[in-house]
């Protein structure tokens, strides 16, 4: 730069001389520099367009002139949409950015989304309005009936789920579901709980929606809730004297639906071993584990009864 000017200066003096004068060149050497200079600046320049445009293009004037203030007389719903929902739109970019010229300077001057959206696997998305209806509400997203594709630009584990454990949730549309973006739908719209008690709140103590037929349950599930499937085997437990009637259905069922336990997981402080060798299996003395040592109940009906016998009573 400095050498610039310096040879600006020197072509100004030069000049200079040329004219004889010996006090100008000071004065001269800042002038003109100042003077090349300011084409360069934009401001400059702009401020000179207009002046030219005037005589020469009248329309290009009148688009110039045009300001974010101004759209609102003549377009009202925009500004206001902008104002209500904008969310980015409102507070990254003006209507400018968007629509940077106006007619009849320009016929078209609707954005394309990729002029500022790329990059992303869900800018590589096919018809953004059909989601994005309305640009000057870009949040207010509106799914259609059968949308999975393009939330996988965004969320990766459902769709694992849904394909490694088929089920028939595998073959429903992310969009049946969550029909309203971030919605979580309840699973009682679509489906009867098992009983009458049984609420909403309840079904995720067994149940995950993108895997519904892995039934798992943590260790506090109450054995009502078992029972709502398994009448027989409540009914027998609760008649119960021994104390298994204390132990809840998922303390002996641990963890994963259909899983039967073996007495050794929690009886370790067995019978002698040369009684076990002659009686090998627990049940040949105790019966089931629902109705533990209840043999008459056994006997009347070849398998154990859904009625507990009362008068039975162990130790
Ligand atoms: C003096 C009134 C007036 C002002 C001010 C005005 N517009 Fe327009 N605008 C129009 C008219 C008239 C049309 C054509 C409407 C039509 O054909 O339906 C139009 C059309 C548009 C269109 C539709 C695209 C097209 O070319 O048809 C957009 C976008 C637009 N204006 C944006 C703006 C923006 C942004 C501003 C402010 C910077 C603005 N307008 C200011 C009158 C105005
Ligand atoms: C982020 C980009 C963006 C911004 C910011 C934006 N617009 Fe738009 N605007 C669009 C797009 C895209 C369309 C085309 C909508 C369509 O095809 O339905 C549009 C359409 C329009 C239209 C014509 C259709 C209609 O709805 O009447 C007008 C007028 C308009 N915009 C005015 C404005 C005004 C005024 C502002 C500022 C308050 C503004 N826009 C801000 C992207 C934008
Ligand atoms: C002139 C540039 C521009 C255009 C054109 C544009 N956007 Fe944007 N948009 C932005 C900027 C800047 C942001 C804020 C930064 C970001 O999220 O990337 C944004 C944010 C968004 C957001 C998030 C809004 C929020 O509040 O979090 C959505 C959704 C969006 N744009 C959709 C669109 C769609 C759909 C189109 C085409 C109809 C479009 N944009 C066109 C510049 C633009
Ligand atoms: C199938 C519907 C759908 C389509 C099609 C779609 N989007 Fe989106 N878009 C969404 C959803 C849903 C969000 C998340 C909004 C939220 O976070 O609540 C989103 C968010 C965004 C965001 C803000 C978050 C981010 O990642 O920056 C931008 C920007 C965006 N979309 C731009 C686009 C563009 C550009 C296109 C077209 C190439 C497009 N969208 C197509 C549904 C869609
Ligand atoms: C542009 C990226 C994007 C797209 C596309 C997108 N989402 Fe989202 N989604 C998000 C973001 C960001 C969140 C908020 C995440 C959070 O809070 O942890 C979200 C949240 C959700 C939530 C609520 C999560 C919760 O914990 O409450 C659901 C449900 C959801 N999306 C489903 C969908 C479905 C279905 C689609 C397709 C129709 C979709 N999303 C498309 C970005 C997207
Ligand atoms: C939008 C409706 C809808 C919602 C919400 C819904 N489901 Fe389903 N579900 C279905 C449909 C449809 C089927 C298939 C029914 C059939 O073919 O008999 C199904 C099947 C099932 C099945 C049997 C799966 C199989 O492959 O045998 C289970 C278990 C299930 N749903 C549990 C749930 C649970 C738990 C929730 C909540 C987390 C839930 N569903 C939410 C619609 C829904
Ligand atoms: C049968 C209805 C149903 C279908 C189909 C479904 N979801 Fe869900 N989704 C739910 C329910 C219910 C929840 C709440 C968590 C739960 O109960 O396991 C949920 C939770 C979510 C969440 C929050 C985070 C999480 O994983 O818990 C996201 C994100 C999500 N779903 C995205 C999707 C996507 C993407 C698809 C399609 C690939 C999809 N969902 C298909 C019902 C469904
Ligand atoms: C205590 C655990 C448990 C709870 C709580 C539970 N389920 Fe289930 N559910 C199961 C089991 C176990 C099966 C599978 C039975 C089988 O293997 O056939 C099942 C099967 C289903 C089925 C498919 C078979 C059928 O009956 O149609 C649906 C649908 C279902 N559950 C919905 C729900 C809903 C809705 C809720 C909440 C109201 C819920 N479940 C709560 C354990 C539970
Ligand atoms: C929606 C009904 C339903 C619910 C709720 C339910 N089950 Fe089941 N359960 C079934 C069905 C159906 C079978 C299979 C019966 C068959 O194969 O004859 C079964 C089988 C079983 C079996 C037997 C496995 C075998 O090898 O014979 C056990 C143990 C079991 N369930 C325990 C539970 C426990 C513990 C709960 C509560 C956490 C529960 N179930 C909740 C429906 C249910
Ligand atoms: C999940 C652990 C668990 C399993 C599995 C289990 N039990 Fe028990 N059992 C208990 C508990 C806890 C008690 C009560 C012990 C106490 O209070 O000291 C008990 C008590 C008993 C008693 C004494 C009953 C009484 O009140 O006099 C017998 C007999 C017994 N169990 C036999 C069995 C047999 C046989 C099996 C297999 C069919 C079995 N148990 C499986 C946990 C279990
Ligand atoms: C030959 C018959 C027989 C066999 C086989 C048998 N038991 Fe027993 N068990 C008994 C008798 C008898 C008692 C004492 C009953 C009482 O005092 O009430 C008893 C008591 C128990 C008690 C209660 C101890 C206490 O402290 O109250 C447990 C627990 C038990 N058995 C577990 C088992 C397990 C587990 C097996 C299988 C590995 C098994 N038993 C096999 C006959 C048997
Ligand atoms: C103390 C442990 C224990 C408890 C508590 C228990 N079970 Fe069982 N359950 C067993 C064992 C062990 C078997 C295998 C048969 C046997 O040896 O008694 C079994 C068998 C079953 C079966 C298959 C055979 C049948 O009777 O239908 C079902 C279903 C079942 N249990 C459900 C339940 C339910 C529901 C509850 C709670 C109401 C429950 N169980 C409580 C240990 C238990």
């Not at 610039?4 to 002038?31: N, Y």
């Not at 290009?60 to 739109?89: N, T």
């Not at 630009?153 to 029909?179: T, V």
């Not at 699973?187 to 009458?196: N, R, T």
Request: aromatic share 2%; net charge positive.
């Amino acid at each position: 730069m400095k050498g610039t000017s310096g040879f600006r200066c020197f072509v100004a003096l030069f000049s200079l001389i040329v004219c004889a004068t010996l006090m100008a060149p000071v004065v001269a050497c800042a002038a003109p520099a100042a003077k090349v200079a300011a084409p360069v600046v934009a401001p400059a320049a702009k401020a000179a367009a207009p002046a030219v445009a005037k005589e020469s293009a009248p329309a290009a004037k009148s688009s110039a002139a045009l300001v974010a203030e101004d759209c609102a007389k003549c377009h009202p719903v925009p500004p206001a949409d902008i104002e209500s929902a904008g969310g980015k739109h409102k507070s990254d970019v003006s209507c400018l950015d968007c629509h940077a010229s106006h007619r009849p300077a320009t016929q078209n001057n609707i954005p394309k989304c990729s002029n500022c959206h790329e990059g992303k696997p869900h800018f590589q998305l096919k018809n953004c309005m059909e989601c994005h209806k309305n640009p000057h509400k870009p949040l207010n997203i509106v799914l259609g009936p059968k949308v999975t594709e393009p939330c996988l630009s965004c969320h990766a584990d459902q769709i694992k789920q849904l394909r490694e454990n088929k089920s028939k949730h595998s073959a429903l549309f992310c969009s049946n579901c969550h029909d309203v973006h971030r919605k979580i739908p309840q699973c009682v719209k679509c489906h009867k709980p098992h009983s009458a008690e049984m609420t909403q709140a309840d079904c995720k103590k067994c149940h995950k929606a993108h895997k519904p037929t892995v039934v798992t349950y943590a260790q506090d599930v109450p054995n009502k809730d078992c029972g709502a499937c398994h009448k027989p085997a409540m009914n027998l437990l609760a008649g119960t004297s021994t104390r298994h009637k204390a132990v809840l259905c998922v303390k002996c069922h641990k963890d994963k639906h259909k899983m039967v336990p073996d007495c050794t997981q929690c009886h370790t402080k067995l019978h002698p071993a040369a009684i076990l060798k002659k009686f090998p299996k627990c049940s040949m003395c105790h019966s089931i584990a629902h109705d533990l040592n209840n043999w008459p109940a056994v006997k009347d009906g070849g398998t154990p009864a859904a009625k507990p016998a009362k008068e039975h009573k162990k130790k």
